[in-house]
């Protein structure tokens, strides 16, 4: 990446593979603006530097990972009141609802005073025995692409200075 160029910080968390090939997919979309950091290797300096934020992960019980809520705990105060009015959009995959995660995350993100700029794609895998949960995920390509089109759109409003 062109460290002139500003970014797009996509941040992730997947156990079952989904929200990983979710956030590879808007990585590909953002082109050399993305820069994809899993949310337990995010420091500060990557939250400052970025223009915008794409938040991917999983809805665990209704919720937001443990992992995400660790990354947003451990970066709260560091970047408290040096980040406010960024662009974000956030993708969850679900076994069946993922509002529960997304009112969360949208939540702690009213403290940094973060923007949302796209609505929350949700993207529902029907996992609902223990067996279906745990297994390793395939999203469907229609909705890879629509990541994909979220950070192209995210980047590309970077670049033009639209946030």
């Not at 990446?1 to 996509?10: D, G, R």
């Not at 609902?128 to 980047?155: F, H, N, W, Y």
Request: proline fraction near 4%; glycine fraction near 10%; charge should be negative.
């Amino acid at each position: 990446m062109n460290s002139v160029e500003p970014s797009v910080l996509i941040i992730w968390h997947s156990r079952t593979g989904a929200s990983a090939a979710l956030a590879q997919a808007a990585a590909e979309g953002a082109g050399g603006a993305a820069m994809l950091r899993a949310a337990d290797r995010v420091q500060a300096a990557e939250m400052l530097a970025a223009a915008a934020y794409i938040f991917v992960g999983p809805e665990n019980l209704g919720a937001l990972s443990g992992a995400m809520k660790e990354m947003l705990d451990r970066l709260y105060y560091p970047c408290l009141g040096q980040i406010e009015g960024r662009a974000y959009s956030s993708i969850m995959a679900a076994g069946s609802d993922g509002t529960g995660a997304v009112r969360q995350l949208d939540r702690i993100l009213t403290g940094w005073r973060l923007r949302r700029v796209v609505e929350p794609m949700i993207v529902n895998l029907a996992a609902q025995t223990p067996e279906q949960i745990l297994a390793d995920k395939s999203v469907p390509a229609d909705r890879l692409a629509e990541a994909l089109e979220m950070g192209a759109a995210m980047a590309e409003a970077v670049r033009q200075g639209i946030f």
